[in-house]
């Protein structure tokens, strides 16, 4: 992978969120600010909202860590397309609550003890929401109805709602959700990041890991990855994973323009659905079939974890190369015996033309199942479609 060639010591722009590449942008600063002010209030609900990939889940991992688990216990949730009683048994396992076997009431029993015990030991309860914007109203709802638990005149629980643009709308318009719009205390929507702060942001992770300048990067690239990308940080991950593979397959030592531009070109013409059927080639005489694709989907299945990835990618390259070696050679040959038979030159230029367009295809075909490896070893989703 590109980051044994360029002497990195783990990859910079995997696409999980991880709070120790936390890059503090304008936004997320607010964001944090606001998230302050909510937990120093101790009771209702926080709202972050903000686009797929802008930071929120990275945001809430990087507060975590400045947690005092002496001071404040954390429930998650990450499934939330839940309806009112599930939402309820969720909650609990939150918390570590034991839930089978249990009804509604007897779970929202086990909830209210929990908490107060929580409480007498000095501890505030903070649930955190992922994904809000797939809750219904009634589990939204049953959300509101635990805020409600109290210990004398002491809120037990406090919820964290993050959620996509579209939840943000809802909480502000659905006439069913006043009650909860009324215990909102601080809510922030994080915005992308400013052309300006993509060069700090892109160098800030490769320092994380290692990067000492190698590969450079000309200042262009920044521009363009911001209009690429619209600042948002998930996406400048997913194009310099591409950008960097390409660096270290070409061997380059600087990152240029032109380079995002390829890796631009290539994604956009990607489709997100499903993989595309390998183009047929009429086979030519002499030369080995296109082998990179069946070999990338007959053995990645059987890859078990990320360090298998390095040798994966060599034994592509090599393959590629060994294979463009090949079809070069054919064409040269063919190229010096073209003279030789003047009265077939017409044939032999349609080959030449043919072989030619092979090596491209190869070169195009090997891209593609790095692309698809990257996508294999960094998504965090189940990996069905790659």
Same mark, same amino acid.
């Given at each position: 992978?590109?980051?044994?060639?360029?002497?990195?010591?783990?990859?910079?722009?995997?696409?999980?969120?991880?709070?120790?590449?936390?890059?503090?942008?304008?936004?997320?600063?607010?964001?944090?600010?606001?998230?302050?002010?909510?937990?120093?209030?101790?009771?209702?609900?926080?709202?972050?909202?903000?686009?797929?990939?802008?930071?929120?889940?990275?945001?809430?991992?990087?507060?975590?860590?400045?947690?005092?688990?002496?001071?404040?216990?954390?429930?998650?949730?990450?499934?939330?397309?839940?309806?009112?009683?599930?939402?309820?048994?969720?909650?609990?396992? +939150? $918390?570590?609550?034991? @839930?089978?076997?249990?009804?509604?009431? /007897? #779970?929202? %029993?086990?909830?209210?003890?929990?908490? !107060?015990?929580?409480?007498?030991?000095?501890?505030?309860?903070?649930?955190?929401?992922?994904?809000?914007?797939?809750?219904?109203?009634?589990?939204?709802?049953?959300?509101?109805?635990?805020?409600?638990?109290?210990?004398?005149?002491?809120?037990?629980?406090?919820?964290?709602?993050?959620?996509?643009?579209?939840?943000?709308?809802?909480?502000?318009?659905?006439?069913?959700?006043?009650?909860?719009?009324?215990?909102?205390?601080?809510?922030?929507?994080?915005?992308?990041?400013?052309?300006?702060?993509?060069?700090?942001?892109?160098?800030?992770?490769?320092?994380?890991?290692?990067?000492?300048?190698?590969? +450079? $990067?000309?200042?262009? @690239?920044?521009?363009?990855?911001?209009? /690429? #990308?619209? %600042?948002?940080?998930?996406?400048?991950? !997913?194009?310099?994973?591409?950008?960097?593979?390409?660096?270290?397959?070409?061997?380059?030592?600087?990152?240029?323009?032109?380079?995002?531009?390829?890796?631009?070109?290539?994604?956009?013409?990607?489709?997100?659905?499903?993989?595309?059927?390998?183009?047929?080639?009429?086979?030519?005489?002499?030369?080995?079939?296109?082998?990179?694709?069946?070999?990338?989907?007959?053995?990645?299945?059987?890859?078990?974890?990320?360090?298998?990835?390095?040798?994966?990618?060599?034994?592509?390259?090599?393959?590629?190369?060994?294979?463009?070696?090949?079809?070069?050679?054919?064409?040269?040959?063919?190229?010096?015996?073209?003279?030789?038979?003047?009265?077939?030159?017409?044939?032999?230029?349609?080959?030449?033309?043919?072989?030619?367009?092979?090596?491209?295809?190869?070169?195009?075909?090997?891209?593609?199942?790095?692309?698809?490896?990257?996508?294999?070893?960094?998504?965090?989703?189940?990996?069905?479609?790659?």
């Amino acid at each position: 992978m590109f980051d044994d060639f360029y002497g990195l010591t783990a990859r910079p722009f995997q696409l999980t969120p991880d709070p120790n590449f936390y890059f503090e942008s304008g936004t997320h600063r607010k964001a944090l600010s606001y998230l302050g002010y909510g937990l120093a209030q101790g009771e209702g609900f926080i709202v972050i909202t903000g686009e797929v990939g802008a930071g929120k889940s990275t945001l809430v991992a990087h507060l975590m860590r400045k947690v005092d688990p002496r001071e404040l216990t954390v429930g998650q949730i990450v499934t939330s397309n839940l309806d009112g009683e599930e939402m309820i048994h969720v909650a609990a396992q +939150a $918390f570590g609550i034991e @839930v089978e076997g249990r009804d509604k009431a /007897a #779970t929202l %029993g086990a909830i209210e003890a929990f908490l !107060q015990d929580e409480a007498r030991a000095g501890r505030r309860c903070l649930l955190v929401v992922d994904e809000s914007q797939n809750l219904s109203v009634e589990a939204l709802e049953e959300l509101r109805m635990l805020s409600n638990f109290q210990l004398g005149a002491h809120p037990l629980l406090q919820t964290l709602l993050l959620g996509q643009p579209e939840f943000k709308q809802v909480l502000a318009e659905h006439e069913q959700l006043e009650q909860l719009r009324q215990r909102v205390i601080a809510a922030h929507h994080l915005e992308a990041m400013e052309a300006s702060e993509i060069a700090p942001y892109v160098t800030h992770r490769l320092q994380c890991v290692g990067w000492q300048g190698n590969p +450079a $990067f000309d200042q262009r @690239v920044f521009a363009q990855l911001h209009e /690429a #990308t619209g %600042g948002i940080p998930r996406r400048i991950n !997913q194009m310099m994973s591409r950008l960097l593979l390409l660096g270290a397959v070409e061997q380059r030592t600087r990152i240029d323009a032109l380079m995002l531009a390829s890796v631009r070109r290539e994604m956009e013409s990607e489709s997100t659905s499903a993989v595309a059927p390998a183009r047929k080639v009429a086979p030519v005489d002499a030369v080995p079939a296109p082998g990179p694709i069946k070999h990338a989907f007959a053995s990645a299945p059987t890859v078990s974890s990320s360090a298998a990835a390095p040798g994966a990618v060599e034994a592509l390259l090599v393959e590629r190369d060994a294979q463009i070696a090949a079809l070069r050679q054919a064409v040269a040959e063919l190229r010096d015996a073209r003279p030789a038979v003047p009265a077939e030159a017409g044939i032999w230029t349609d080959r030449i033309a043919s072989l030619e367009a092979r090596i491209d295809e190869q070169d195009q075909a090997v891209r593609h199942v790095l692309t698809l490896l990257i996508e294999w070893f960094e998504e965090e989703a189940p990996r069905v479609a790659a």
